[in-house]
Structure formats: structure tokens, C-alpha cells
């Protein structure tokens, strides 16, 4: 479908929606007097897997309380697909069933969800492409992630030098994103003189996978042969960890990372892990809701959040840019923007190394 038919199409959706919604999110006819219990709009957020921490622990929480706090009498039904593709459909079906104003989809498979988009719109529901990038969409709201590869890969090179051996894990095939990460990463890396000795893409992103792979590498390279790990996110990169210390090393090589968990900037601090990528979710979860409640209200979307509408692969888009986080910076990063506190960092068995980073 072309870009302007969808624009038509999603506004007679969201003019339709709004008729509906718009005195529900806001100005219903209770509070101006008509006593009509019309319904609130409904918004279906599906997010693709459980094993990387930030879609339980942040994106979902953040996009609930921004879509409450712009609408009152709003819903937010929510699905997560567990990596699993098929599983993730008949969440689309249900949503599509029960009739949700507006879908905010981050996919399993994203170069297949382009017809779990076509499937919504053609039921009248405009959907928004959450984190990974679906062709067809409404809009897309994403980080710049081909940098993300570019300043991890950097990174690696500036802590271990131009030459040696690194190992290098990837995110799942089926990710967009996962193949945006690796191409940016192998723009650093090809260039330096770093020999990437094996190379693996991690079907579920999954840490049980990294440290199988890594232990199955230290049977070929003795672990001193190997000067750093290219992890593309920070469960791999505790895999990656776990691996190096269950076969004894003690000298950690450098290890990057992305999404600033918890446990990885523990890690960094206690000097385990060399850095990680902090994407600030808020911004994205929020600017979600917004687009979200938009739509449903039947509103244009235009900039939001001081964050210009541009255009990304014919679709409307917010991409938001990503940071670097290192043991010297994670005061000025995760700590200063509330991500997380000290206190959660510095739990007893960091007090030591918190102390030693400026962290109290």
C-alpha cells in the first residue's frame, strides 16, 4: 500500500476513532452534562520477548503511565510474544477482535510483520512500529541503530587497540534491529585491525546461547588469545561473562553491551564489563503513548517532545539518539537521568567498587 493511500486510510480510521474516543479521553459527555457512558479508546501495546529486561521492567510500565496521564478513561491491553512469531499474530488477531482504536507493535519478525500491519489498517487500526522498524507502518519511533553498532564497535577498538583477536555475537536474524547493530558494527570493525575469529547471530538474544557459544570458542582459542568480546546486548554480554569466568579468567577482556541493564551497569562498575549503550526508554515509551492517544483522539501528530517528525524508509518517524555508558560516565548517564538510583546500583556487593567510581 502506498504511503499517501495509508495516510487516507488511517484518517478516516482515527476520524472515526475520534468520534468515539475523543469524549472518552477527556471530554465525555458525563462531565459536560449528557451522562453517556460511552467507552474509553483502547490502545493494544505488543512487545516481542521477555529475556531482555528493559520491555517488563521499563517500556511497558513507562507507555502505561504516559498514556494514563493523557488520558484517564484510556486502555491499555498488552501482549508479549516470547520470541515466538506465531504466538505474536494471534496476538495481533485478538487485538484486531477486540476492536482497539490504535496497535503499538515492536515485532518478533519485523521483515513479516508488514502484514500484521496491512491486517490492522485493514481493519481500521493504525499502527505504530515500537523500537523495530515494520515496512508500512504508520509511524516508527526507533533509535539511530546503526550508530548503536558504530559506538559499541568504537568502543572495543579504542579499549583493546587496533590489533588482536575478538569474538563477536549479534542479535537474532529475525530482528531488524539486531541487523542494523551488526552492520554498524562491522562498519567500525572491518576498518580497524581487529580479526573477528568467530561470529555468531543469536537466534533469541538469548544469554543461555552467548555463553554456550563463547565456551564452545575457549575449546579452539586459549582465553588470552582473545582480546575483547563485541556483545550487541547486555545479556549476551553477562553470557559472555559467565563464560570467561567459568573457564577461569580472571583479566576480563573488554566486553560491550546495550540497553544499560541493571546487572550490566553493576558489571561496569565492578569493571566486568567494559560498556553498554543506554537508550533513553522514556523518551521512547512516552513519545509512543503520545502518537498513541493522538491517533486514537483522531488528533495530527506532529513534533513531539522536542523530537522532530522525520522520515525514515517512507514511514513517519522519531528516532532518538543513543549513548555511551562506561564505568566513568554512569553518574552523568543512567544516575543523573533517574534511570536508576545509587542505591540500586550500590548494593552491598558493589559498595567497594561504587566507591572507587564516585558513586555514593
Not at 475523543?22 to 474509553?40: P, R
Not at 520477548?49 to 484510556?74: G, M, N
Not at 586459549?222 to 547486555?234: E, F, R
Not at 492517544?293 to 501528530?301: C, I, M, R, S, T
Request: proline fraction near 4%; hydrophobic fraction near 40%; aromatic fraction near 6%.
Amino acid at each position: 500500500m502506498s504511503l499517501p493511500t495509508r495516510r487516507v486510510l488511517t484518517m478516516i480510521a482515527a476520524a472515526a476513532i475520534g468520534t468515539g474516543s475523543l469524549a472518552a479521553c477527556g471530554a465525555n459527555d458525563a462531565e459536560t452534562g449528557g451522562g453517556d457512558d460511552t467507552a474509553a479508546a483502547t490502545i493494544a501495546l505488543l512487545l516481542p520477548e521477555s529475556q531482555t529486561t528493559r520491555y517488563e521492567a521499563f517500556d511497558k510500565p513507562l507507555f502505561e503511565a504516559k498514556v494514563a496521564d493523557l488520558c484517564s478513561e484510556c486502555e491499555v491491553v498488552y501482549f508479549n510474544a516470547d520470541q515466538d512469531e506465531a504466538k505474536q499474530q494471534q496476538q495481533v488477531e485478538t487485538a484486531i477482535t477486540q476492536q482497539v482504536d490504535v496497535m503499538v507493535l515492536d515485532p518478533v519478525n519485523g521483515a513479516s510483520a508488514s502484514s500484521l500491519v496491512t491486517t490492522s489498517q485493514d481493519a481500521g487500526i493504525p499502527v505504530i512500529a515500537y523500537d523495530r522498524f515494520i515496512e508500512g507502518a504508520d509511524y516508527y519511533m526507533s533509535f539511530d541503530n546503526e550508530t548503536v553498532g558504530e559506538l559499541q564497535a568504537q568502543a572495543l577498538v579504542d579499549a583493546v587497540g587496533d590489533t588482536g583477536n575478538i569474538l563477536m555475537l549479534n542479535g537474532a536474524p529475525t530482528d531488524p534491529n539486531a541487523a542494523q547493530f551488526k552492520a554498524g558494527a562491522h562498519n567500525v570493525l572491518d576498518a580497524s585491525g581487529l580479526t573477528i575469529v568467530a561470529e555468531y547471530d543469536n537466534p533469541d538474544w538469548s544469554p543461555g546461547n552467548a555463553q554456550t557459544f563463547v565456551t564452545d570458542q575457549l575449546s579452539s582459542f586459549d582465553p588470552t588469545q582473545i582480546a575483547g568480546v563485541y556483545a550487541a546486548n547486555d545479556g549476551q554480554a553477562g553470557g559472555v561473562i559467565a563464560a570467561l569466568t567459568g573457564a577461569g579468567v580472571t583479566d576480563l577482556p573488554p566486553v560491550t553491551g546495550q540497553d544499560a541493564e541493571l546487572a550490566a551497569i553493576q558489571r561496569i562498575v565492578a569493571g566486568d564489563q567494559y560498556m553498554t549503550i543506554y537508550k533513553p526508554i522514556k523518551i521512547e515509551a512516552e513519545t509512543a503513548a503520545e502518537v498513541a492517544v493522538a491517533l486514537a483522539n483522531g488528533d495530527e501528530v506532529g513534533d513531539v517532545g522536542g523530537t522532530a517528525l522525520s522520515d525514515f524508509e517512507g514511514v513517519d518517524s522519531f528516532i532518538f539518539d543513543p549513548i555511551v555508558v562506561t564505568t566513568d560516565t554512569v553518574g552523568s548517564t543512567v544516575v543523573e537521568d533517574g534511570f536508576y538510583t545509587v542505591e540500586d546500583i550500590c548494593t552491598d556487593e558493589y559498595a567497594d567498587a561504587c566507591a572507587t567510581a564516585g558513586l555514593s
